[in-house]
């Protein structure tokens, strides 16, 4: 709280309790000096996930109905510090939306968030939040391609291996993968390459070559299987 709203909060008690009215103008000018200090990290209102909100207007209120002590800002601050470990404990920190490869960004948004639900800013998540991630279909496209490797370790691996990371691109995007279905023009199975016949002029035998490009026809199946696929889902 500011002077401003501590001056208003003392003014209140003054109000509900004529008693703890200062002698003069310098015992009052001394009083809210002590408690602007003792309460700077006291909000006046704050939200609770229960609903049951802080108002230090209502703590004063209960000290004077229940107490037959003048009030004290610890009467205040102690109740807050309670109510504000409580709300920190059911907290449960959100996916922050910062990139998990950048460390630094990623953990200054957490303690951000830690902050504001601590001071009241914020009102605590209590519900542990499902990361979500991929919808089933394309997590299960993305599962049989193989292990996962973290996205800045994919990035950099992609020049040496560029059929897996167009694959994961495609699986990631929910397109149609060429390689989820088997060539029916040179065989090749599903998840390997078309290959390319050759034939060695010199002695007629004939070798086969990895494709970089799937046959036509192999992508027009893998886009009516993907087509399908989608349409049975909905």
Known sequence: ???????????????????????????????????????????????????????????????????????????????????????????HDPVPAADPDNAAAYRAELLSLRHAVATGALTASTVKELTGGPAPEVAERLAALGEYVPRSVAQQLAAYRPRRAERERLAAADLPDPLDVACTWCGAPAGEPCRGRRVNPKGGEIKSRRKA??????????????????????
């Open 1 to 91: 709280m500011n002077r401003r709203e501590v001056a208003a909060l003392l003014a209140y008690a003054v109000k509900l309790d004529p008693r703890s009215a200062p002698a003069d103008q310098a015992a009052a000018d001394e009083t809210l000096d002590q408690w602007a200090d003792l309460l700077a990290d006291v909000p006046p209102t704050a939200p609770h996930p229960n609903g049951r909100h802080w108002d230090a207007s209502q703590v004063v209120r209960r000290h004077i109905a229940t107490s037959p002590y003048p009030i004290k800002p610890s009467d205040v601050s102690r109740p807050w510090h309670e109510f504000r470990r409580d709300v920190v404990d059911r907290h």
């Open 213 to 234: 490009r799937a046959h036509p026809c192999r992508a027009e199946v893998a886009a009516a299987h993907h087509a399908a696929r989608q349409e049975s889902a909905a």
